[in-house]
């Protein structure tokens, strides 16, 4: 039908122009530093030190905690920031992205 054909041309329009976001989320360990995560979440993931001891906690009670929420590069890139600064401070610190 070309009322359908036009509506779904519209609509893969609109999902061109919005990108697939990626939730990027740190987990917990027993070996890093608590200031180590709340430095990486100030530096890397630009948040206040009051949000980052926030979710930093989150993190060491529940397991895992959002840190942001990214375009693909951007959250590739910022996991990679977490294990390069984690690895050269001999911390076990780990991230990962979900897509959202
Ligand atoms: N559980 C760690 C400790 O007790 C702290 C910690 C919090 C580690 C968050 C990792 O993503 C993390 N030192």
Do not use: W
């Not at 976001?21 to 430095?39: A, G, I, P, R």
């Not at 926030?54 to 920031?81: D, F, W």
């Not at 977490?82 to 076990?92: C, E, Q, Y």
């Amino acid at each position: 039908m070309i009322e359908n054909e036009f509506e779904s041309e519209v609509k893969e329009e609109i999902e061109l122009k919005r990108p697939k976001m990626y939730k990027v989320l740190l987990l917990n360990d027993d070996y890093t530093s608590m200031e180590f995560v709340v430095s990486t979440l100030m530096n890397i993931f630009h948040k206040s030190e009051e949000d980052a001891y926030t979710i930093m906690l989150r993190i060491h009670n529940s397991g895992s905690g959002l840190c942001g929420v990214y375009t693909n590069e951007i959250a590739e890139t910022k996991v990679a920031q977490v294990l390069n600064s984690a690895k050269k401070n001999k911390f076990p610190l780990r991230a990962v992205m979900e897509e959202e």
